[in-house]
């Protein structure tokens, strides 16, 4: 039987720098045509070998996202105007909000799940996630799915 692909989402600190440095090695090749693999590999002092293991594996969350939908869970304060803020960092990153759903607070705190559309003109996604992690109040922003 054939083993379904997985995958996870994971925080920048969370991945082998070895990784890093094959998405690094990418960019490089991309943004200087001329660039040869091994030249770049060397620049990243990564082994050719590990590149090409990983290279259709590894790949920056925001650079493939373009017309999926992510779904987000964030738990947050009962406050006035968070959900509010919230959005408007949404808005600001032209993802487009698909459903919206907060659950009755208890003890002052709510969930809330979000899910958005990745489109062409939206944004850095990622960047977009840190600025609701930074928002007061807010205790974490979860990836939760991508489609």
């Known amino acids: 039987m054939e083993e379904k692909t997985k995958y996870f989402v994971l925080k920048q600190k969370a991945v082998p720098e070895v990784l890093l440095k094959v998405v690094e090695a990418k960019k490089l090749i991309e943004s200087e045509r001329a660039l040869t693999i091994q030249e770049a590999t060397e620049r990243m002092g990564i082994s050719r070998s590990s590149f090409y293991k990983y290279k259709d594996d590894i790949f920056p969350f925001y650079d493939n996202a373009k017309g999926k939908t992510i779904t987000l869970v964030l738990q947050m304060d009962d406050e006035r105007g968070l959900l509010s803020d919230l959005l408007h960092i949404v808005a600001l990153c032209k993802a487009n909000i698909l459903t919206i759903h907060q659950s009755i607070p208890v003890n002052n705190v709510a969930t809330l799940t979000l899910s958005v559309e990745v489109r062409q003109d939206t944004g850095n996604v990622s960047r977009m996630v ?17 489609e």
């Open 130 to 146: 840190e600025e609701m992690e930074e928002k007061a109040g807010v205790h974490y922003v979860k990836i939760i799915a991508r």
